[in-house]
């Protein structure tokens, strides 16, 4: 990877890791309606995948945890914030809340409460692409635990049966809220669960940036040019718990999750980028986080204005 791109990731990265720390200490200021999942531990590969997608032509769904897929496909972070604190403002007038990001002018088609939802959506997405001959791709993300909800099995037949351009990426951490996928899991290989359906499949580790740029990237290509579905398994960590305010009384004493931006240092230094700059870099991007959400805090709250206005285009 050139120093150019690594260079991009990084300040994008600790942009978004320092975006939902300030979303963290908004939530425990009260500021923040429902719970909020944090990303941390996924941004790389997040970040990874969006460096493959088309801007402008492919559509990404996401889970409940889905902060870090906004950020990385380039949606507005003041809007973002908004939309998280319930603010006007926010990318859907502050009514979506944080499970319910949408920005289809950067490409997030979705994200989703419900676990496993917003995967048959991507379908949609896939089909629409492939109907239209746009040329574009949908990626479905879900988490380990979604892997064994029905709606996601049916997506992956349907997709391999019409041969729907959709990449579908499982972060894999392990956990579904407290419970190991170990005990939740009938059968431990992701990736042959999908070979089963006919996708084209492989894992990546999602902590090893420079692979993850290569996997994605391959991947997302062939779903392109071959106009059919492919999976990617991507071992990431939690880095926190399941929400933000979670006591993780499930986690065993040992050492925790490493930081996958604990190799950031060393990937810069090798390309020769000034320790300099990089300092510079990641103050600037959690400067930038600090000040969009502080400015959110001071947006209205969500109106009773907005939800007519809502109810009134949807017809209710
Ligand atoms: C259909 C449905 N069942 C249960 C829940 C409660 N729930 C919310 S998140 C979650 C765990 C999801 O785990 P995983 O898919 O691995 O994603 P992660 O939280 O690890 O990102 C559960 C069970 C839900 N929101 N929707």
Redesign the pocket.
Known sequence: MSAETLTWLAEKAWFIRAFEGAIARAADAGEVPGLV?LSNGAELLELAVAHALKPGLDQVTG???SHGIALSLGVDPYGLACEILGREGGLSSGLGGTQHLIAPESGLLGSN?????QVPLALGAALSAKTLGTGGIAVAY?????AN?GAVLESLNLASALKLPVLFVC?N?G???STASSYAAGGVSLLGRARSFGLAADHVDGTDVVEAIKVADRLASWVRSAGSPAFLEASVP?LSG?YHGDAETYRGNGAGPTDPFDRLPKLLADRDVPEGLVAEMKARAEAEAERVVAKATQAADVSDKALQRYLKEAGA
């Not at 409460?113 to 939802?117: A, F, P, Q, S």
């Not at 879900?142 to 979604?146: E, L, Q, S, V």
């Open positions: 999942h889970s409940h945890r409460g419900i676990v496993g939802g879900f988490g380990d635990g979604a909800q972060e951490n956990l579904g809220q939690r399941h």
